[in-house]
């Protein structure tokens, strides 16, 4: 059986595989074809953080594949009252075929999945949000954008995921975050060393300008995540001079194109005029979650036939 936690625990080939899976069911869609490959099979979706994309994307996607999706809230279920998580996983386990987490720990979602006999997807951790990834390089790979990306803001989820996939990928990343913040020193050293292997090169800097010179493509996130113990007041004044605003765009190249994972916050990591300017890119990057997400899942239902 296989999960889905992090893109570490894939292949460049695998990954690559996921992707073909959503690209040719998005082309059905696009036909009016819904092809049923996981009809009658549940998805239990177990949220404790709030979500537009995640829940949606989830949850249109188990229907138009044939099954059923449900939303669980740890606030409403017996995770809310303690119950112990490997308890939770072993009677979702006897349920359901399948599951994703949204959790605020990436060690609650580990414990999950190692009690859990279904696979289990990682919707988002305070270390890993794979699934955006894989929209967004599927993005990249629709609009025959280069390899050379900027990552502009928060040593977050999304700087390490980014870090995972270009990594494996072999793509070349710049990273920009602010000083006295730092990136997960063991996501670090394992991006480098997946690096040596697959040829991509990776650089961390604290410089936005550095990072967005000449890139093919520019990423951010919000500097204000769910959870965050850092009052808004104190990033404000951390992030000065990371705001992704004309004059700093104007460094990568001319055809750039620009992602964000959503929510985004005009004003503070991206200025209103650019977010609108690059919105084509940034709400396909937003539908890719829903094709995304069948590729997953439709992935992992035959990985586990096959082990």
């Given at each position: 059986m296989k999960d889905f936690l992090t893109l570490n625990d894939f292949s460049k080939e695998q990954i690559l595989e996921i992707l073909e899976i959503a690209k040719n069911i998005k082309n059905e869609v696009k036909k009016g074809i819904f092809t049923p490959y996981l009809k009658n099979q549940t998805l239990a979706m177990v949220f404790e953080k709030n979500s537009t994309r995640t829940r949606i994307s989830f949850e249109v996607g188990m229907y138009q594949l044939g099954g059923h999706a449900l939303f669980l809230d740890s606030k409403t279920t017996q995770l809310g009252r303690g119950e112990p998580i490997k308890d939770t996983a072993r009677v979702i386990s006897s349920m359901c075929n399948m599951a994703?987490?949204?959790?605020?720990?990436?060690?609650?979602?580990?414990?999950?999945?190692?009690?859990?006999?279904?696979?289990?997807?990682?919707?988002?951790?305070?270390?890993?949000?794979?699934?955006?990834?894989?929209?967004?390089?599927?993005?990249?790979?629709?609009?025959?954008?280069?390899?050379?990306?900027?990552?502009?803001?928060?040593?977050?989820?999304?700087?390490?995921?980014?870090?995972?996939?270009?990594?494996?990928?072999?793509?070349?990343?710049?990273?920009?975050?602010?000083?006295?913040?730092?990136?997960?020193?063991?996501?670090?050293?394992?991006?480098?060393?997946?690096?040596?292997?697959?040829?991509?090169?990776?650089?961390?800097?604290?410089?936005?300008?550095?990072?967005?010179?000449?890139?093919?493509?520019?990423?951010?996130?919000?500097?204000?995540?769910?959870?965050?113990?850092?009052?808004?007041?104190?990033?404000?004044?951390?992030?000065?001079?990371?705001?992704?605003?004309?004059?700093?765009?104007?460094?990568?190249?001319?055809?750039?194109?620009?992602?964000?994972?959503?929510?985004?916050?005009?004003?503070?990591?991206?200025?209103?005029?650019?977010?609108?300017?690059?919105?084509?890119e940034i709400f396909l990057e937003a539908e890719n979650r829903l094709h995304v997400q069948k590729g997953i899942m439709v992935w992992l239902n035959k990985a586990c036939k096959n082990s």
């Open positions: 994703m987490l949204r959790v605020y720990k990436h060690a609650d979602l580990k414990e999950f999945a190692k009690f859990a006999k279904i696979p289990v997807i990682n919707g988002l951790s305070d270390l890993f949000h794979p699934v955006q990834l894989m929209a967004d390089y599927l993005t990249m790979i629709e609009l025959n954008a280069g390899k050379n990306i900027a990552y502009i803001g928060d040593s977050n989820n999304m700087c390490n995921s980014w870090l995972n996939l270009a990594s494996i990928m072999g793509l070349n990343l710049s990273v920009a975050i602010p000083k006295n913040y730092k990136i997960n020193d063991e996501v670090l050293k394992i991006a480098m060393n997946n690096a040596k292997i697959s040829g991509a090169k990776i650089i961390v800097t604290n410089d936005p300008k550095i990072a967005i010179k000449d890139v093919d493509v520019v990423a951010t996130d919000t500097w204000f995540s769910m959870g965050d113990e850092v009052s808004k007041d104190q990033k404000v004044r951390d992030f000065k001079g990371f705001l992704i605003d004309e004059d700093l765009m104007s460094l990568a190249k001319k055809d750039a194109i620009l992602l964000h994972c959503l929510p985004a916050y005009r004003g503070y990591e991206i200025s209103d005029k650019v977010f609108e300017k690059h919105s084509k």
